[in-house]
């Protein structure tokens, strides 16, 4: 019968496609060991006990841009706890180097570092598309948000949600998080390729 | 040659359609264009403010809209922008006029080298526009503002905020821009419209009865053409999905024309509800033009969410009654039939399979049966009982195929139901030519196995076994079409269940079936009743073969809605060659040695060459609505049935009444005759304004499996009466229906919604229609 044959075609073609990928909120986060900008080592490991937030960055981006000048993600830092909460950012740009990023922090006053991802492994690994891409990742080191930095892609609304503060808020206190997945604006990551 | 003129003609076209934009462009004001996203000091955009009219008379709709020309390698975002990137906004500020939403074109897909982002949206030159309607008040001119912010991205991006003004003179006319009003047209030929502006039919199965939080997903999108065109074949990025809140991702693929397979993926905190899939696809090759459709359509509901997820799921063997709750998560029809068991169910199947055996499909089959029967009471006593279990074995075993089929359709994804397989033009064709063949057999052109030729003392008694689990197989081929009380719901029920139920509803349907044949056995002296054989018996042999050449005409009847009136002659003429095949068959018995052979070669070749030649349906060739082609009269107030065509009856506070029908279903074309045609049904439709739709499920639909899932059948006919009053409660009528049942049922809808119409706060329902 025609349509059975085909049924049965459809499901073996099922069965080839590979799964999504990515980081997922409610399971464990993707290991990984980058240097930063001064050749420092950082382990998502090493963290463990802490409730770490991923910013996936880019300076040349003009969203990032706007962030930096309206000291978006310093004032959502400035809101933790410094003992419970680990600020890392991550460049997956294809051209950074930690030159770029050392004049960068320097410029921006920033005080976490700016971790090395050239390769772009631990961006794909994260599924990270845009800059900003946000992940706030529990103690037990299981995602537990994956978005947008807040409400505000055009960086317009008087009022905003910043989803990370929400998040984090949420997570040391043991509630879940409200929103943990939102739709992340920006531009795309320069992925090498 | 050819090629060269048509390169010729693009060029002259090119030139004719830059000609129109330089003149619309030139004949703007200066504060109506403006460039943006400056890349190193080059603007990357130039935006202009077009209206399709050069003076609008008040209350007069026209056209506005924003085009924008990028540079080589740059784009900007559709309304959905993908991985990254951003809506393309457009803010209007038009004081006097109104402005509908923003129509976007069918976008281009732009994918990052290694494919990891893919973001929608338009490079080159895009006319983003709307509609617009001057005020009645208007005088003098109409201002006309557009404040745009767009990102505009190569490999990296820039945002650009533009403001755009310009106005247009208010006169007592309006005149169309012969400049600009062309590109409008270009526009709004490339923007999707909704798949029944048309001519077209989309339906989305999905594999699941629900969606649960983080989780993959897959299912069917079919679109069908409503006039029986074939549909075309789609190119790569055909499909664009809209954001779908709590989906977070969905993919297409064409596995054939106007068939896609659908991937998907939950959000891990989803929302409640049911989401739509929503999006747009784009049928048809470059070369030979696109056609742009809007599918939005209704997915399954999420899983109620659970607090605090359990870590360590409990594993637990699904219960019948979860089986039940998931093929119907909303629990809206027929409560009576969730708390069904298997005990019962096999009992339903049993008895439905019994009453099969009544039915006008099946009883050429039982007489024929009867007929044999009666002559090897006398002739060979003890075989009696080995014959009954040959009968009885061919049922169980065809029904085991059929089950067999079933699950394996239903672990591919594809929605079936009972008398599926009439749905399959070759199918219908290979039962019609076994009909005739038989019937040829009992006309004596050929012998076969038992009723042996020169032979007639040394009986095969193996072929004779043969022979009558062969008159088994026939049985159940026969008797799928006639959907018996009772079976309905056992059926249903078994479509629910796991693989093991469904087995053993089959095999209790299958034993019904074989039922009143074995009592006659089983009882004593109840054979010995029958009538003594002689020579009534040939004649009554013959007379069998017209009732089953009868049954070949009903089927001829159905292939005719399958595939046509062409499909029909292909059939016939088949059956003609399949006559003349089994004739050529019954003279090589008289024959022997080579020339026997020869002549079975030549009846072999007779019936395969014109299978092969004649078998070729054409599955798109269109459907003929046998029951809305019918002349009786309620059947013609009938309207095909749709998800959308039924809300809005009932939001005009019409009644509504559903026939589930198939041209194959012959309890369906019974109820249509005897009851839905009667004149009291008609009067009482039109008393209470009902509104009457038939959903014809004589080809594969799988929107009507769906719906007769939701409702536990598996299987047509299903008569639905909803009522205005409460519409999410439809009534489920019997499968047997009479004209009492259909008028008390539809007037209980009518006046459930009339006590609702006239005083809002006293709503009086019979217990078939709760108050809402």
Redesign the interface.
Known sequence: ????F??????S??VG?P??ADA???KPAPAFTLKDESGKEHSLSQYKGKVVVLEWTNP????VKRHYEADTMANTLKGFDAKKVVWLAVDSTAHNTPDKSADWKKKEGISYPVLQDASGATG?AYGA??TPHMYVIDAEGVVRYAGAIDDD??GKNAKKVNHVQTAVDAVLNGQ??P???T?????????K? | MRQRVSKRLALVGGIGMWWVAAVAHAALPPTAVASGAPDEGDPRVEASLLVDATQVKPGDTFRVGVRFRLDPGWHIYWKNPGDSGLETDVAWDTPGTTVGPLQWPFPNTFRTPDGFIVTHGYDGEVLLFAQARASEQATGSLSLSAGINALVCEVHCIPADLMLTRSIPVGPQTLVDAETAPLFDTARSQVPRPVADTGHKAVLELDSKQLSPGQEFSGTVTVTSVNGAPVPTAEKDFFVAERIPGVAKVSLTQTAPGRYALKGKTEPDAPQGEPRLKGVLRLGAAASGFQPLEVDLPMVPFAAAQAAAPATPVVKAPSIKDSLAAVKPVASAAPAESSLGLGMALLFALLGGALLNLMPCVFPVLALKAYGFTRMVRQEQGRVGAHAAAYAGGIVASMLVLAGAVLAVRAGGAGVGWGFQFQEPLFVAAVCAVLVAFSLNLFGVFNVGLDGTSLAGKVDQSHGLMHSAGEGVLAVVLATPCSAPLLGTAVGFAFAAGPFTVLAVFTALGLGLALPFCLLVLVPGLAQKLPKPGAWMERFKQVLGFALLGTAVWLVSVMGGLAGVDGMTRLLAFLVAVSLATWVYGQSQLQEGGRKWASVTVAALVLGGSGVAALRFDDAAPAAHGALASPSSTMALAAPWSEEAVASALAAGKPVFIDFTADWCLTCKFNERTVLARDEVRNAFLEHQVAFFVGDWTRRDARITAKLAEHGRAGVPMYLVMSPGAPDKPEVLSELLTVDSVVDSVKRAAECSKSRHQDGAKVVCSAAFPRP
């Open positions: 019968m025609k349509q059975m085909a049924a049965l075609a459809l499901g073609v099922f496609v799964a999504f997922e909120v409610g040349e981006c003009p969203f794909k598309k845009t892609p055009r879940p998080v929103a943990s997945t739709t992340p604006y920006g531009c795309s990551v320069k992925y390729s």
